[in-house]
């Protein structure tokens, strides 16, 4: 795995912590979490825009968009701000796979 791969799905892990760090912020009315989701979301933006050098465009941001979405979904329900549902998981798993498979053909 090549270190643009690497960047990119600390990236898209980045992702994860700046929507939820968002979240928290409650509008941007708590510091912690307000400060957190802008070193995140600077820092993700920064990889991915280095990963981007190697890395295609349309597939560098579907799977920095995949990894954020599936870390992010998975976060909620284990913190059980949401409700897990057999076909949630079973979306989540294929969301997963469908990043995996970027992966593999590029």
Excluded at 51 to 58: D, H, K, N, T, Y
Aim: net charge positive; hydrophobic share 65%; with cysteine.
């Amino acid at each position: 795995m090549s270190l643009a791969w690497v960047i990119l799905i600390v990236s898209g892990m980045l992702e994860a912590v700046w929507a939820t760090a968002l979240g928290a912020s409650r509008g941007f009315r708590r510091f912690w979490p307000s400060l957190i989701f802008v070193v995140a979301l600077a820092a993700s933006m920064v990889g991915l825009a280095v990963a981007m050098l190697e890395i295609s465009v349309g597939t560098a941001y579907a799977v920095w968009v995949g990894i954020g979405a599936v870390l992010t979904a998975a976060w909620a329900l284990i913190t059980r701000q949401e409700r897990a549902t057999v076909l949630k998981v079973c979306l989540l798993l294929g969301l997963i796979a469908c990043v995996a498979g970027l992966k593999v053909v590029s």
